[in-house]
């Protein structure tokens, strides 16, 4: 059985279906019952790369939350170590 990786965009596919597979790659699959079309999943690396890019949450940012994160903890187990 043989495969073949085509873009959605270059198949006539009915406008419901097409919706859903816009922009995706597409395994087409020879089988017994007859062709099966499968989407290729992304890598989900490659898929999240990106996905913050314009939201002005940087590395820095993320560091700043960390640190005050960090901080509220402690207080939290002084006030434990002070009720025990």
């Known amino acids: 059985m043989e495969t073949i990786v085509v873009k959605s965009e270059q198949l006539n596919l009915p406008e419901k279906i097409?919706?859903?597979?816009?922009g995706k790659e597409l395994e087409i699959i020879e089988i017994k019952e007859g062709i099966l079309l499968k989407p290729i999943l992304e890598d989900p690396i490659k898929a999240a790369r990106g996905f913050l890019k314009g939201s002005r949450f940087t590395s820095e940012r993320y560091m700043q939350l960390k640190q005050e994160e960090k901080e509220l903890e402690r207080k939290k187990e002084e006030r434990l170590r002070w009720k025990t």
Do not use: S
């Open 18 to 22: 097409a919706k859903k597979l816009k």
